[in-house]
C-alpha cells in the first residue's frame, strides 16, 4: 500500500501562482510513474500533467501546458506541480497518483485506470 499527501492548495486570485507538493510513502517511488489529477464540481476528474521515473520525460493536458510544471524530487519522495497564471478555470480538487506497476517501455501515463494508488486531493481556488 502507497500513501500519497497533498498539500499546497489554497485561494488564489487570477493570475497568480500556486505550488502543489505529493509527499509519497513508496520506498520504490523512484522507480515509479506519477502524475496529477483534478476534478472541478461537477465534471469528471481529468489529467493535468504527468513525469517519469526520472523526471525527463513529462506530458502536459493542452490547458495547462506553458503555465504548469511537473517536477519530481526522488530523494524526498516528492511530486511536484507549478502553476503559473491561474485563472478560475483551473478552480479544483488536484489530486496526485502513482503508478507501481510494470510500465513496459512507456515514459508516462496520462489516463486514470493507468495508476494505482491516489492521494486524498487539495483544493485549489481561483478567484476571478
Known amino acids: 500500500q502507497v500513501q500519497l499527501v497533498e498539500s499546497g492548495g489554497g485561494l488564489v486570485p487570477a493570475g497568480g501562482s500556486l505550488r502543489l507538493s505529493c509527499a509519497a510513502s513508496a520506498g520504490t517511488f523512484s522507480s515509479s510513474f506519477m502524475g496529477w489529477f483534478r476534478q472541478a464540481p461537477g465534471m469528471e476528474r481529468e489529467f493535468v500533467a504527468a513525469?517519469?521515473?526520472?523526471?525527463?520525460?513529462?506530458t502536459y493536458a493542452d490547458s495547462v501546458k506553458d503555465r504548469f510544471t511537473i517536477s519530481r524530487d526522488n530523494a524526498q519522495n516528492t511530486l511536484y506541480l507549478q502553476m503559473n497564471s491561474l485563472n478560475p478555470e483551473d478552480t479544483a480538487v488536484y489530486s496526485c497518483?502513482?503508478?507501481?506497476?510494470?510500465?513496459?517501455?512507456?515514459?508516462?501515463?496520462?489516463?486514470?485506470?493507468?495508476?494505482?494508488?491516489w492521494g486524498q486531493g487539495t483544493q485549489v481556488t481561483v478567484s476571478s
Open positions: 513525469i517519469g521515473r526520472s523526471g525527463g520525460s513529462t
Open positions: 497518483a502513482i503508478r507501481v506497476r510494470y510500465a513496459g517501455r512507456s515514459s508516462t501515463f496520462t489516463t486514470l485506470g493507468q495508476y494505482d494508488y
